[in-house]
């Protein structure tokens, strides 16, 4: 994989370093992106099981797909590039990763520094009282959960039409305005308000790097495009960090 000579040059000043993560990061691990020619809203409809009025008028059909998913994540393993984008909080001075995705990879890998701008698969909610628990059964030991309030249990993840989780959200436009450059990995750039996110880093003089095999609506403004697995590039782009860390030892 060809590094352009011009993001080498940004990579050797970068000190402060983020990244945006979606769906396609987690695609060569085997868990399915959403959009696409084999993405999940391709089999269902987001407005049936990601809304909190599909929750409202049908909460066993909703689990019943949430626990379909866990089964397929539980035997998923973190890849490369979830590795690489762990790796990066050591390389860099300081480095922050956003992501969109609820699967726990990023954790796995060892992320650290991470804001969930979806929330967590592992982490059931109530729809009453609001109290949170982390719950990683598969299966779980009944369908809909539930409570001890008596109420019922929910993914603590974002649906459509709902806000995200304010802490996380500001914490993410933080990160976007204050790097130097901002990765944006294995995500359409469709869904707002994350998507609005390398725009952010743009405006406010970042190097916005995008890596991703298909083009996006933000591709044209990127200001490199990588054009690949995320688990391709990104440990091909690590070498190179490592390349330039050995070459300013080796020179001071
Ligand atoms: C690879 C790869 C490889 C493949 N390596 N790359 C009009 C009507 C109604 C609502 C709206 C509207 N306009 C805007 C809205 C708001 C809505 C929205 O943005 N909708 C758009 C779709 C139009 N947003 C919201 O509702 C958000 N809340 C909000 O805005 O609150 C205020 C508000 C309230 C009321 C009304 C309006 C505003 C909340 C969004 C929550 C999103 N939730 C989901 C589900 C999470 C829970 C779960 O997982 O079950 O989050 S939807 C889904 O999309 C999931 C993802 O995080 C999110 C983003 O998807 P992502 O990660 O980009 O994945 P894909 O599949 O889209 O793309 C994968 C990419 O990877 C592709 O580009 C591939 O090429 C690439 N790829 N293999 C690297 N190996
Ligand atoms: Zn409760």
Do not use: Y
């Given at each position: ?21 979606g769906?396609?990061?987690s695609?060569?691990?085997g868990v399915?992106t959403?959009?696409?020619p084999?993405?999940?809203w ?5 407005e049936?099981?990601a ?6 008028r049908d ?7 949430y ?6 994540i539980a ?24 992501t ?6 990023h954790?796995?890998a060892g992320?650290r ?13 109530c ?9 990683e ?7 809909p959960?539930?409570?001890?309030c008596?109420?019922?249990?929910r993914p603590?993840?974002?649906?459509f ?8 959200w ?13 990765f ?8 707002q ?5 390398p725009?952010?880093a ?6 916005v790097?995008?890596?991703?095999p298909?083009?996006?609506p933000f591709?044209?403004?990127a200001?490199?495009?990588?054009r ?8 091909a ?9 050995q070459?300013?030892?080796?020179s001071?």
């Open positions: 994989m060809e590094i352009p000579a011009a993001l080498i040059e940004r990579l050797e000043g970068a000190r402060r370093v983020s990244a945006l993560t769906a396609g990061v695609s060569e691990s399915p959403f959009r696409g084999k993405g999940l391709k089999q269902f409809r987001p049936e099981l809304t909190p009025e599909a929750f409202q909460p066993r059909l909703v689990w019943e797909w626990e379909w998913r866990r089964s397929k035997s998923c393993s973190p890849n490369a590039a979830h590795r690489v984008l762990a790796d990066w909080e050591r390389r860099f001075e300081e480095f922050w990763l956003v969109q995705n609820v699967d726990g990879l954790d796995r992320s520094n991470l804001v969930k701008l979806h929330g967590d698969l592992w982490e059931l909610r729809a009453g009282c609001g109290v949170r628990e982390r719950n059964a598969v299966p779980l030991p009944a369908i959960p539930r409570c001890h008596g109420n019922l249990l603590a993840v974002v649906w039409g709902e806000s995200l989780p304010e802490a996380a500001r914490r993410a436009v933080e990160v976007a305005r204050s790097c130097q450059l901002f944006v990995v294995g995500t359409s750039a469709l869904v308000p994350a998507a609005s996110l725009w952010v743009r405006e406010a003089g970042a190097c790097v995008e890596v991703n298909d083009s996006t591709t044209p403004f200001d490199v495009s990588l690949g697995p995320a688990a391709v590039v990104l440990p782009l690590d070498q190179v960090i490592c390349q330039v860390g070459r300013d030892e080796e001071s």
